[in-house]
Nanobody, 124 residues
């Protein structure tokens, strides 16, 4: 089992920045790929960013490229999401997730463990 806890959400004005952090406990963190997803009210859970277990591969949804940066620290067992140039449409609950299997890294149902989510609200 893996337990994931997100933190760092909040209210920010458009153009501002936030850094989300995901703390992991349980099985060895380095054996999991990590992803961030988000879900706005009434919408599907959407892929945001991915980092492979050794940080060798990173992947972003198109609308996040150049604005968001995913990173991980296997010693600290954390995975962070730095979000810059935030827009009102970035408002959502953000979730971190872990997976051991291969498959579609953008598909939420390919991830095995989830945090409880952290709210990000961007005001215009």
């Amino acid at each position: 089992q893996v337990q994931l806890v997100e933190s760092g959400g909040g209210l920010v004005q458009a153009g501002g920045s936030l850094r989300l952090s995901c703390a992991s406990s349980g099985r060895p963190f380095s054996s999991y790929d990590m992803g961030w997803f988000r879900q706005a009210p009434g919408k599907d859970r959407d892929f945001v960013a991915y980092v492979s277990r050794g940080s060798g591969n990173r992947y972003y949804a198109d609308s996040m490229k150049g604005r968001f940066t995913i990173s991980r620290d296997n010693d600290k067992t954390t995975a962070d999401l730095q979000m810059n140039s935030l827009k009102p449409e970035d408002t959502a609950v953000y979730y971190c997730a872990a997976r051991r299997t291969t498959g579609d890294l953008t598909a939420w149902n390919d991830y095995d463990y989830w945090g409880q989510g952290t709210q990000v609200t961007v005001s215009s």
